[in-house]
């Protein structure tokens, strides 16, 4: 399971009488949350009792209280402090209980994968670079899965066509039919480079301009073997266009040799809609 983890500095002024200026707490707490589950440290300062409104009807008053939210969505948890003088500070954020990932790109494994089913690209007839891949999704990241029949040493570029917005009426026409591409990730994964860009101007024009982002995927476990290339990655969706807020988004994919003297694959084929997958 992951864990997701924030840190929340929550610095309040509390108004004080004319005469005495008392002091108030600072509310400090993380969370870590797994799956439905989050834990709140407390580290605040200057109180001595607590409140917790979990956002769902619950409540605590334990310092550093477990909860467990009853269904997927959007909280707003708030903390009261209170002084030894009665004073109360409050602080909330928002948390996302969302759709969790099996997926570990710290295992030196990619045996997680198998069970992934439900978004996939399979090759069609004539396909010979691509041999599947697979796409999975939380709240965080956007989970890929790639197997190629092809070797780490060709330094093969792959280009991925995100119609982040999931509206053919804004980004890029392609013959990926059914997607208007607002996002284009491009470079060579193992290489460690893979450039991101939104589309600007007309729907036919290939415009694309940099983003200039940094630290938006991961590379996880490598595996080649008799001539076929299998890897994993995420990329953050809170640094692609759109992805962060999508309800759902569209994806297709092309490779070209590291001198783009051409294409060795694609999915879906030419004239194909692309792969449409839906967030929780």
Not at 167 to 194: C, M, R
Not at 219 to 237: H, Q
């Amino acid at each position: 399971m992951k864990n997701i983890k924030y840190i929340f500095l929550l610095l309040l002024v509390a108004s004080c009488s004319k005469d005495e200026v008392q002091p108030e707490a600072d509310i400090f707490y993380k969370i870590n949350i797994t799956d439905k589950t989050v834990t709140f440290t407390n580290e605040t300062v200057g109180a001595v009792s607590y409140r917790w409104e979990f956002g769902d009807g619950a409540t605590s008053t334990d310092q550093s209280p477990v909860h467990t939210y009853p269904d997927k969505g959007k909280y707003v948890p708030t903390l009261y402090a209170t002084t030894k003088d009665g004073r109360v500070s409050e602080g909330s954020t928002v948390i996302y209980i969302a759709k969790t990932s099996p997926v570990k790109l710290n295992d030196n494994s990619l045996a997680d994968w198998d069970a992934i089913t439900d978004y996939q690209l399979l090759p069609g007839a004539g396909e010979t670079f691509f041999r599947k891949v697979k796409f999975d999704y939380d709240a965080q990241y956007v989970y890929v899965y790639i197997e190629v029949n092809s070797t780490k040493a060709k330094e093969d570029i792959y280009d991925f066509y995100l119609d982040t917005d999931n509206s053919a009426t804004t980004g890029l026409l392609t013959d990926i039919t059914e997607g208007g591409y607002d996002a284009l990730l491009e470079g060579n994964i193992l290489g460690d480079w893979l450039d991101a860009f939104n589309h600007k101007g007309a729907q036919n024009a290939f415009s694309f301009e940099p983003t200039g982002v940094t630290e938006h995927f991961t590379v996880g476990t490598v595996v080649e073997s008799g001539g076929v290339l299998k890897f994993e990655m995420r990329i953050v969706r809170s640094k692609i266009k759109n992805l962060s807020a999508a309800t759902a988004f569209r994806v297709g994919i092309i490779a070209t040799k590291s001198d783009w003297s051409g294409t060795v694959g694609r999915l879906p084929a030419a004239g194909q809609p692309a792969l449409l997958i839906n967030f929780e």
